[in-house]
């Protein structure tokens, strides 16, 4: 008897043990903000400090858009367009006027993470900017302040099997380099919508993380199970940067756009909506909270930003350009299931205290 009880000790154990181990913190959930269309006062900073979100990624933001999230505890990632490149590249004093009039009046009342410059540029200028635009942050005492880039997911194939994915020529070894050196994290936007109108082979339900449980495909190099495109992704972009990092290396992947269409012109897939995006959207934050990561990377992305906060009617293109916001103009949110308001926490879907659970039942049975 008492030996049986030792076994189911040992059991639990070992149980206690798989799932304290194969879980990491959830990574930090951010959006996506332009503030050329909505600027950012006071009731909508108020709002996101409320909200889910704790990180915001500012668009080519003013001085005073930085400054309206002083005191809010909300992390900023400032992100630069690429016409910001020729000026940096070209002298060191154009990167640090810059940094002068929007970082160092603000820091650190205005919390700020990271400044990212650039959007998919394969520009051989991207890399001097880079530079230049770190060394006007150190010169200025702005050590913890990081300089990185968006990397276009069009740079990476094959996509599947993520272990295989390698980047084209047009990331430069040096990027990956300067980035690792620096401290710095890799950006890339995860857009499995776009993927899914281009491949019609994709099924809506591994695009929006609502794949039956034996919908997975397996990767044949390592064995992993892939149960979402969003995985396979973010495999894929971190395969292609460990490729080109020195033996050892690790660099963070940031997830620095990804999102949804609520609606589209007619041409458009039928699968953009309201209903596929709420699904995505619930999937993806579900996903993030269970902990689990990415098949490949146990803690997953470092931190994920949905794009976007509001709908862009600015935006050129395709009608569903201008669909992505997840909140109302008027601060509410676009889709019940996951407003991300915090008005409505709490959806019950992770697991909670894991491990606790199982201390519960060990004490019991001892
Ligand atoms: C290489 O990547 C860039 C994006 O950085 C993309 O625009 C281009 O089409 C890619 N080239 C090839 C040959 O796939
Ligand atoms: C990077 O981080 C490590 C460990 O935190 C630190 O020792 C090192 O000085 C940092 N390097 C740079 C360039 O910031
Ligand atoms: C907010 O705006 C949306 C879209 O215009 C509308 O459907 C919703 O009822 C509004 N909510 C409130 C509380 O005013």
Redesign the pocket.
């Known amino acids: 008897m008492s030996l049986l009880l030792l076994h189911l000790l040992l059991l639990l154990l070992l149980l206690l043990s798989t799932t304290t181990t194969t879980t990491s913190p959830s990574p930090p959930i951010g959006v996506v903000y332009n503030p050329l269309h909505h600027p950012p006062k006071t009731h909508i900073v108020s709002s996101l400090r409320a909200s889910t979100f704790t990180r915001v990624r500012l668009l080519d933001p003013s001085p005073s858009d930085i400054r309206a999230f002083s005191y809010s505890n909300l992390r900023l990632l400032l992100s630069l367009p690429n016409s910001y490149i020729p000026s940096f590249s070209a002298s060191p004093s154009s990167s640090l006027r810059w940094a002068s009039s929007h970082l160092l009046p603000f820091h650190p009342r205005s919390s700020i993470s990271a400044v990212s410059l650039g959007h998919h540029s394969s520009s051989p200028s991207l890399l001097p900017a880079l530079t230049n635009l770190r060394s006007s942050l150190l010169r200025l005492g702005l050590l913890h302040i990081s300089v990185t880039t968006v990397v276009s997911f069009d740079s990476i194939s094959p996509l599947f099997p993520p272990s295989a994915a390698r980047f084209n020529s047009s990331v430069a070894p040096e990027l990956i380099e300067f980035l690792s050196k620096t401290n710095s994290s890799f950006l890339i936007d995860i857009q499995p919508f776009q993927l899914y109108r281009t491949q019609t082979s994709t099924p809506i339900g591994f695009a929006v993380f609502a794949d039956h449980p034996f919908g997975f495909r397996t990767d044949p190099f390592t064995g992993l199970r892939y149960r979402n495109l969003y995985d396979v992704m973010v495999d894929a972009a971190v395969s292609a940067v460990e490729a080109k990092m020195k033996k050892g290396g690790r660099l963070p992947v940031v997830v620095s756009a990804t999102g949804w269409p609520s609606g589209g012109g007619e041409e458009e897939p039928a699968e953009v909506g309201e209903v596929y995006a709420e699904m995505y959207l619930k999937g993806l934050v579900r996903h993030l909270e269970s902990g689990v990561g990415t098949p490949m990377r146990r803690e997953g992305a470092e931190e994920v930003y949905v794009f976007e906060l509001f709908d862009n009617w600015a935006r050129r293109g395709p009608e569903s350009g201008r669909h992505w916001g997840v909140w ?3 601060l ?1 949110g ?1 889709y019940e299931g996951v407003d991300f308001s915090g008005a409505g926490r709490g959806g019950g879907c992770g697991w909670p205290g894991g491990a606790g659970v199982w201390v519960v039942v060990l004490v019991f049975l001892v």
């Open positions: 109302f103009e008027n509410t676009k």
